[in-house]
């Protein structure tokens, strides 16, 4: 279930939590299908008006004294920026390898797991 379908059936449960208890009937599949809609149409909102204030620190409020409301349109308009998986396996497999011992072989294994720890695949494209 992706984060979206998470926070549309949240929300189902939020207004009627107990007529919704399986939200698979099919007399709800409009509803859901409508509240995924709302909220991607939010979450798109939210990702804009982020983007927009970071560029606005990043190019008008450079200088010094700008700095707290910088901090204040940072706190609460700006959606942290998720890590991404790969270089933080990229980062543990490296920097776990011993200092001057570098085995191919052993990290090509290493990430293989890492990867595989996280539901993740190496595979040749269209197979």
Partial sequence: MTDIEQKALALLGEVSPYKCEKVDHAH???LCAALR???ERHEAFRQEVSDVVTSLCNTVLVGRDHSRMRDMLSHRFIIPAKPDPLVRIINEVIYAQPHGDIDEDRMAGDFR????ALGFEIREKGK
């Fill in 28 to 30: 709800h599949a409009y």
């Fill in 37 to 39: 809609l709302s909220v």
């Fill in 113 to 116: 797991s890492a990867l595989d």
